[in-house]
C-alpha cells in the first residue's frame, strides 16, 4: 500500500481476479473508514486502455495511481483494480481504478474480467466515471459503444440494482460545444439500453431508474493542460458532500455501512467470480448479518472484560453490592449504546436481530451475579428479620402481633432493594426470590411458634408438675376415705389455675379455637397424667408404704410418742387398727379414681383379708368364691387399675409375714414388762408366811430391839437395791441379771461398809469441835469407781421409805447405839 500524500492507494484486485483481503482491512485502519457509518461515497472509473483514467483521477482527486509513460509507448498501466482515498474530499470518498477495456493485453475474446470488474464497479460505487474520447460521439462501431453494452448487461444481472450515477467524462473536447454533443451521446445511451435484453419485470424500465447520467468535457491534458485543470479543478468542487440530496449521488440506494465495506466488497467479487447472478438486497442482509455479528461479538468481548464490571461480579459474590441494578444497566447500556452506534448503518432488521441476540447474550452473562443479588438481598433480609423478630418477643409483644409486623416490614424492604438491583435491560422477575423469602419467614415463624408453645406448654406442665405431685403424694400416704375426693378437688382446682393462664398466654398466637381447644385438652390431659404417673410410682412402693404406716400406728401412741409395752396395751387392737390403715393404704393405691365413680375394692379387700378371717373356716365349708382370685376389679376398667385383687392378696400376705416379727416383739416386751415389774409373792404364799410367821411376829412385838435390826436391815438392802440397780439389771433377763450382779455385788458392799466407817470416824473426831446439833446432820453418799471400771455409790445419806419416811444415817447410828 502506497501511503504517500495519505491517499493510502491500494491494489484491491489483482490482475487474475485475486482479492486482497490483508490490503483492504490495513486501508480501512489507515483511512479510518470503519468511522463514517453512512458518510462515505465510492467513485470508479472505467473505459478503454490508455484513455487517461489514472491521470484523471490523480488530477481530480489527488491520487497516486500509475499513470502510462507515454515516452514508452501505450501498454496497460492498471492491472486489477487499485483503491485510494480522495485527498481532501468530505465526507470521504473511496475511488476505485479500474483495468481498462479493450487492452490488447487481454485479447479480443477475453472480455470475462471486463465484464466482472464492471459489474463490481456497479455493485459498490455510488458514481461511475466513464472516460470516453470525444471524437466517439457519434460513432457507431466508437469505443465507447461495448463498454456501455458491458454496463448495461452486467446492470441486469442485479435482481435489484443501485441507483447509480454514471458520469461520462468526454476527453480530449472539441471546438464542438458540449450543448451539441450531450444529446447526441444521451441518445447512443438510450439506444444502447434499449438494445440490451432485459428481464421481463424490466421490460418497460426507463433508464432513469437505474441511472443517473452525468455528462462532463475536459480539454486534452497534453494540448491544454492549464485549461484541462481549470476544468478538473472545477469537476473536483462537484465531488464535495456529493451523497448530500443534491449532490451527484444524493439518491443513491441500498448503501452499505463504512465498516462492512472491506466484507461486502469481497462477498461481491466472490459471488462474481463464481458466476452467479449478484442479489444485491440479499447481499446486503448478508453483509449487515455478518458485521453486525462481529461487532456484538466484539462489543459481548469487551463487556467481559470490562473492569467495572468485572469488579461489580467479583463483589457481588461475596456480599450484597449498593446501586447494583443502575450500575449493571449503566454498563449494558454503554456497550449496547457501542453496538448501535457501530450498526447503525445496517439493515435495521438485521441490526435489530443481533442486538436482541447480544442484549441476551449479555443478560445471561448477568443472570448469575444477578441471582447472588437477590440471594444476598434474601438472605440479608432474613437474617434481620430473625434479629427483629426475637427483639419484637422480648420486648413483650404479642407473637401474632410481631410475626405480621416484622413479615410485612421485611417484606417490603426486600421488594425496595430488589427495586434497587433491577436491571433496565431484563424483565427478570423477582418473585420467585421472593416466594422463597417468605417460606423461610413462614418456616421460621412456624417454628419460632412451636419453640414458644413448647415453652408455654412446658412452662405450665412444670407448673402443673410441682402442684400436683407433692400434694398427691402426701395424700395418698395419708390414704383415707377422703383422698380420692381431695385428690379430685386438688386436680380440678390446679388445672382450672393452669388453664386460666395458659389460655392467657396462648392469646397473643391468635391461634383458630380448635387448635386452642387441643392445646387446653393436652394440658389437662398431662395434669391427670401427672396425678396417674405419680399414684403408679406410689403404688409400685405400696409394700413399703403399708410397712411404714403400720410400723408408725403399731409403735406409736395417739400423742406420736413412741409405745413402752407396760402390759397394760390391748396389742390385739393396736395390730387390727395398723393392719387395717395399712389395708386402707392398698385399698386406695390400687386403682385410679379421678372420674369419681365408685367402686368397692375398699369392702372387698376389707372382707377378704381382714373381716373375713374370722368366718374363715365356716366360708370354706360353704364353698364360697374367693373375691380376689381374679385379675380386675368389679366397676373398675384395667386402664385404671394399678394393682390387681391377686397382687392385692399377694401383698398382703407378704406385709402380714413381715410385720408379724414386730408384733411378736411387742408380746415378748410386754411379757418381760410384766414379770419385771410383778415383785410380790403369790397371795397364797403372803397367806401362809401370815400363818406360819405369827409366833415370830409376835417376838418381835415383844423385844423391839429386833425391830431397829430389821429396819437397819431393810435401810442397807435399799441402799444395796439403789445401787446394784436391781430392777434394771433383770430387765433383760434373769440369767444375766444374776450374772451382771454377781460381779457388782462384792465391790458395792465394801464400798459402801468403807463408807460408813469413813462417815462414823469423821463424827466421832468432829464432836468435840462442832455443835452438836451439826453432829446430827447427815452424811452424803458419793461414788468411787473401782478397779474394774465399774461406777458404785455410796450408802445414801437418806432412804425413803415406802410410805414416805425419810431415815438418815445418823438417826440410824444413834438407834443402833
Known sequence: MDNKDGCCSTHLIDGDGGFNVAGVDNFMKEVKLAECGLSYAVVSIMGPQSSGKSTLLNHLFRTNFREMDAYKGRSQTTKGIWMARCVGIEPCTIVMDLEGTDGRERGEDDTAFEKQSALFALAVSDIVLINMWCHDIGREQAANKPLLKTVFQVMMRLFSPRKTTLMFVIRDKTRTPLENLEPVLREDIQKIWDSVPKPQAHKETPLSEFFNVEVVALSSYEEKEEQFNEQVASLRQRFFHSIAPGGLAGDRRGVVPASGFSFSAQQIWKVIKENKDLDLPAHKVMVATVRCEEIANEKYASFTTNEEWCQLEEAVHSHSVRGFGRKLSSILDTCLSEYDAEATFFEEGVRSSKRKQLEEKLLQLVQPAYQSMLGHI??????????????????????ALAAHECTESFISRFDEECTDAIIDQAKWDSSRVRDKLRRDVDAHIAEVRSAKLAEVTSLYETKLNEALAGPVEALLDGASDDTWPAIRKLLQRETDTAISGFAAALSGFEMDEESRDNMILRLKDYARGVVEAKTKEEAGRVLIRMKDRFSTLFSHDQDSMPRVWTGKED??????????????????????RLDDEGDNIDKTLSLALVDGKAGASSARSITSVDPLASSTWNEVPPSKTLITPVQCKSLWRQFQTETEYVVSQAIAAQEASKRNNNWLPPPWAIAAMVILGFNEFMTLLRNPLYLGVIFVAYLLFKALWVQLDISGEFRNGVLPGVLSLSTKLLPTVMNLLRKLAEEGQGVASGETQRNPAVASKSFRGSSSTNDNGDVSTSATSEVTSENGTEYSSSSLHDKMQ
Open 571 to 592: 396389742i390385739r387392737a393396736i395390730t387390727k387398727t395398723a393392719r387395717s390403715a395399712s389395708l386402707k393404704l392398698l385399698s386406695v393405691m390400687a386403682a385410679v
Open 378 to 399: 434474601r438472605s440479608d433480609t432474613f437474617e434481620r428479620f430473625k434479629e427483629a423478630f426475637d427483639k419484637a418477643l422480648k420486648g413483650g409483644k404479642g407473637f
